[in-house]
């Protein structure tokens, strides 16, 4: 902490962010004036690297844009490809992908719940000091994490960075067989998410209201994972009817522009501050929750996900990933129950002159790419837009609208070590992958 006449605080070291970035606060009297999360890493070139290359290549390498949800990449890459060349993969293989998907959204929101959000609501510093009055709780989450990269490992070929993905599918599809194991360590993991609903729903979250509007994925008759029409649910009509936009359109809508305190582009969507993520997706798609992740969401007091509750305390936010952890165990286990191996691994995707867009849920939001081809599948342009990017304004609201109401609050002054725990609580409500790695916050009170 350094006081040279304008109040300054700093905090060098935290590693419950996935990236790194800064953040810097303002305040006037009792005022917050200015709150700007600062992402100041390099730029990572991932769209030039595309250009160029073969159009067989876009899921591997963007694969490597994130080591936490690589699949969400895959995905994504996979579908814009196949609009651009006229192919349509369903039937089982589409199912497989979905399996894949379910096993990443259970490693990556398990890794968020108990490796770094769950300290913050029970006083600890990190998920070491909560292991040690806690541990059947931290290996309950990990139990939960080792069951999501059983997934990945079995469909991709490893957990992190899968290798097993093509466009059209798969290069090696499993057997029967080879998928029975995971349905009897899902069933164990049922058990554990389950649990962890309940463990969460019990932590004490301050009072707060996000009024955003909600950006996600919807594909009537089943929570949006791996396909969907984008919807926008105003800020002004929660609880009523979103409405859609066509993904042709994504880039009619969604604004992307350079702001000086960040190499992230921040986005709008037709020019206000939108959230994308669990937030948006369970208020959206909360009516196709499986029954039992309904029931559970009803125990934690989130309301009847059927008749349009929503939760728009972005403090909870840890609860509604915990619920999404049951959506996708008991997701992955219809599929493997149900599973018939295809006649083929993979569909042929011959490449063709086109404009070909895909998007699809990652774990922290929604996940657009556009690729444009010409006749032989050479990439010519490549655009993605990842949902930490498409978060960034919003957080920083959130983070503005938690240090005024602690300012506003009466009693004690809040003095600057509270107020940095504060701002690091609000933004790791939305788990942001800043840049797919963890290493730290630097965090600038600057009072006047």
Same mark, same amino acid.
């Given at each position: ?52 290359? $073969? ?215 037709? $020019? ?177």
């Amino acid at each position: 902490m350094n006081h040279r006449g304008t109040r300054v605080l700093r905090l060098d070291a935290l590693a419950r962010v996935e990236g790194e970035a800064a953040l810097h606060l303002r305040v006037e009297g009792d005022t917050v004036v200015e709150t700007r999360l600062r992402i100041y890493e390099p730029p990572r070139f991932f769209e030039a690297f595309l250009t160029g290359r $073969g159009h067989t290549e876009p899921p591997d390498i963007t694969a490597r844009i994130c080591g936490i949800c690589p699949v969400a990449y895959q995905m994504s890459a996979c579908q814009a490809i196949e609009n651009a060349s006229g192919v349509t993969v369903d039937g089982p293989l589409a199912e497989l992908r979905r399996l894949l998907y379910c096993g990443e959204w259970i490693e990556s929101h398990t890794l968020h719940i108990y490796l770094l959000h769950a300290p913050d609501f029970l006083g600890r510093a990190d998920v070491v000091e909560l292991a040690r009055d806690q541990r059947a709780a931290v290996e309950r989450g990990l139990r939960l994490k080792q069951a999501g990269n059983a997934i990945v490992q079995q469909l991709g070929g490893r957990p992190i960075h899968p290798v097993n993905v093509r466009i059209g599918g798969f290069y090696r599809t499993p057997s029967p067989d080879e998928l029975r194991p995971l349905a009897e360590r899902l069933r164990q993991a049922r058990d554990d998410a389950l649990e962890t609903v309940r463990w969460v729903a019990a932590f004490d979250f301050p009072d707060a209201v996000c009024d955003h509007d909600l950006f996600a994925l919807r594909h009537p008759g089943r929570y949006a994972v791996d396909i969907g029409t984008p919807v926008v649910m105003a800020a002004a009509d929660h609880g009523r009817a979103p409405h859609p936009i066509p993904l042709t359109d994504f880039e009619q809508h969604v604004r992307e522009e350079q702001v000086p305190h960040s190499t992230a582009l921040t986005a709008t969507l037709d $020019g206000r501050r939108y959230l994308t993520g669990p937030l948006a997706r369970y208020a959206i798609n909360g009516q196709w929750l499986h029954p039992v992740a309904a029931e559970v969401a009803g125990e934690a007091g989130l309301g009847d996900p059927a008749t349009g509750a929503i939760c728009d305390n972005p403090f909870r936010s840890i609860v509604v990933r915990a619920i999404e952890v049951v959506q996708a165990v008991e997701e992955a286990l219809r599929i493997i129950d149900g599973y018939e191996p295809p006649p083929r691994p993979a569909v042929d995707v011959p490449p063709r002159r086109g404009v070909g867009v895909g998007a699809t849920e990652a774990p922290r939001g929604l996940l657009y790419h556009r690729y444009a081809l010409t006749e032989d599948g050479t990439l010519t342009e490549a655009r993605i837009v990842p949902p930490t990017a498409q978060n960034q304004t919003a957080i920083e609201e959130d983070v503005r609208r938690a240090v005024q109401a602690r300012l506003d609050r009466p009693g004690p002054a809040a003095d600057d070590e509270e107020l940095t725990r504060l701002c690091e609580r609000a933004i790791r409500n939305h788990d942001p992958c800043i840049s797919c790695s963890a290493h730290f916050l630097d965090v600038t009170v600057e009072r006047s």
